[in-house]
């Protein structure tokens, strides 16, 4: 299972590479509003992010037609081969999804929230599908469920189209996404940070320290 960091922070993705864990980073415009990045700049900001990363950036369109996506898409592309282009799930969608294919863009159908959505996603050619987990369970509704069930339709009729699992929000999710097979998860830092630390290591450790020390005072740390 490969780790994308959702975020557009640089100071967060270089944390996330000296972890040894990034596989990719995905952003969206939220995410770029959210580092105040002036429109403008936008461009320059994802080649900061591809010098990063080894593969996989996903840059999303802002367009909802199909024209405009793809002009979009071919000027998100032509930025680095690391980019992968996020297009939204609608009927424009699937269309500007099906053309990219044919010239050998990546894409990522991002807003996906069922099984359906999926499969129509994947028949067109995309790259890779993102379920929201997170805003799933907002509703009452088991996201890992869609997992499962998206993991086992992927693989029975041979889709390439790789499940990345997206609105990650607590460490369970992660596990849970891993159990059950997906390709990809995309989360914030603080979610794998928060995977990081468990009580009985930290009293473990502290307890091997303190034993040390009374062993070899002249030594101790």
Known sequence: MLFFLDSACIAEIEEAKALGILDGV???????????????????????????????????????????MLQEAHALAAIDAKIVVKIPMTKSGLQVIHKLQADGIRTNCTLVFSAGQAILAAKAGASYISPFIG???????????????????????????????????????IIQCAQQGVDVITCPLSVIKKMIHHPLTDSGLQTFLADYRAAFPQQAL
């Open 135 to 173: 805003r799933l369970d907002d509703l009452s509704t088991d996201g890992s469920q869609l997992i499962q069930q998206l993991s086992i339709i992927f693989q029975k009729n041979y889709f390439n189209t790789q499940i990345l699992a997206a609105s990650i929000r607590h460490p369970m999710h």
């Open 26 to 68: 995905t952003t969206n415009p939220s995410l770029l509003a959210k580092e105040n990045i002036p429109q403008a700049a936008i461009y320059d900001h994802y080649k900061k992010i591809c010098a990063i990363v080894d593969d996989n950036v996903s840059a999303e369109v802002i367009s909802t037609d199909v024209t405009g």
